[in-house]
């Protein structure tokens, strides 16, 4: 069976179990980056892993805890149905413990810039999600086209989830624009799912309890009647924190 064969579940248990091998380092990311081949049962996928022991000391986020956000960022997005982040896990390697995630083949010379004329809508989900993961640092070149699956999908979310209203993004054509109905309905689904959901579990094992707080009184703030997406990072009246 081909990678391009694989169920979701399938993909994630061939993740799960494979042997990684480290093919290369990925020049210009700020922590130890790895393209690594997974196999398992003959079978070989493309993955990028981000080992715990490589992650370089912030002074705003828990040392250590980026690869946890990256797999975070993947469960909130799976909740809420929009599959804005391929598909991690957190799991041991060549390294130690770390975020796999699933290798996405690209063209590296598109990006948000390139992209947002034929893919607006999809970059509204990006928006969303985006405020309720409380992105530190969406970049243009963090949203890549998945030429195999012909979706846009992100990147890079280890600065994700700081309990304090943190937004730094290049998506602000949107700003101003109230929250679509059925985006809102998935944010009022995730917003339940924190609570009596596995959602709440599964996250309570990767951020802390004020974390996930905080990603209920945004998800709120998101639902909130008239409530737009902000004007810019400065924004202060937007009821986050």
């Given at each position: 069976?081909?990678?391009?064969?694989?169920?979701?579940?399938?993909?994630?248990?061939?993740?799960?179990?494979?042997?990684?091998?480290?093919?290369?380092?990925?020049?210009?990311?700020?922590?130890?980056?790895?393209?690594?081949?997974?196999?398992?049962?003959?079978?070989?996928?493309?993955?990028?892993?981000?080992?715990?022991?490589?992650?370089?000391?912030?002074?705003?986020?828990?040392?250590?805890?980026?690869?946890?956000?990256?797999?975070?960022?993947?469960?909130?997005?799976?909740?809420?149905?929009?599959?804005?982040?391929?598909?991690?896990?957190?799991?041991?390697?060549p390294l130690g413990e770390g975020a796999v995630q699933r290798?996405?083949?690209?063209?590296?010379?598109?990006?948000?810039?390139?992209?947002?004329?034929?893919?607006?809508?999809?970059?509204?989900?990006?928006?969303?999600?985006?405020?309720?993961?409380?992105?530190?640092?969406?970049?243009?070149?963090?949203?890549?086209?998945?030429?195999?699956?012909?979706?846009?999908?992100?990147?890079?979310?280890?600065?994700?989830?700081?309990?304090?209203?943190?937004?730094?993004?290049?998506?602000?054509?949107?700003?101003?624009?109230?929250?679509?109905?059925?985006?809102?309905?998935?944010?009022?689904?995730?917003?339940?799912?924190?609570?009596?959901?596995?959602?709440?579990?599964?996250?309570?094992?990767?951020?802390?309890?004020?974390?996930?707080?905080?990603?209920?009184?945004?998800?709120?703030?998101?639902?909130?009647?008239?409530?737009?997406?902000?004007?810019?990072?400065?924004?202060?009246?937007?009821?986050?924190?």
């Amino acid at each position: 069976m081909s990678p391009l064969e694989l169920t979701p579940a399938e993909l994630a248990e061939a993740l799960s179990a494979a042997e990684l091998e480290i093919v290369g380092r990925m020049r210009y990311s700020s922590n130890a980056t790895f393209l690594v081949e997974a196999r398992i049962d003959g079978l070989e996928l493309g993955a990028i892993y981000k080992p715990r022991r490589g992650e370089r000391p912030l002074w705003d986020f828990p040392h250590g805890t980026l690869c946890q956000r990256e797999v975070a960022a993947y469960e909130l997005s799976d909740a809420l149905g929009w599959d804005v982040v391929p598909f991690t896990i957190l799991r041991d390697g060549p390294l130690g413990e770390g975020a796999v995630q699933r290798f996405v083949q690209h063209d590296p010379d598109e990006h948000y810039f390139t992209l947002l004329d034929r893919y607006e809508e999809r970059f509204r989900q990006f928006a969303w999600f985006d405020v309720l993961a409380n992105n530190t640092d969406r970049k243009g070149g963090h949203c890549l086209h998945d030429q195999v699956n012909d979706v846009v999908v992100g990147i890079d979310h280890g600065l994700t989830f700081h309990p304090a209203w943190k937004l730094r993004t290049v998506i602000w054509d949107f700003a101003g624009e109230p929250v679509p109905a059925p985006a809102a309905d998935d944010v009022g689904r995730v917003l339940t799912e924190l609570d009596t959901g596995p959602l709440g579990t599964r996250l309570g094992a990767l951020l802390e309890p004020v974390e996930i707080d905080a990603i209920r009184r945004r998800a709120c703030a998101l639902l909130a009647e008239g409530l737009p997406f902000p004007d810019d990072y400065h924004s202060t009246p937007w009821p986050l924190v």
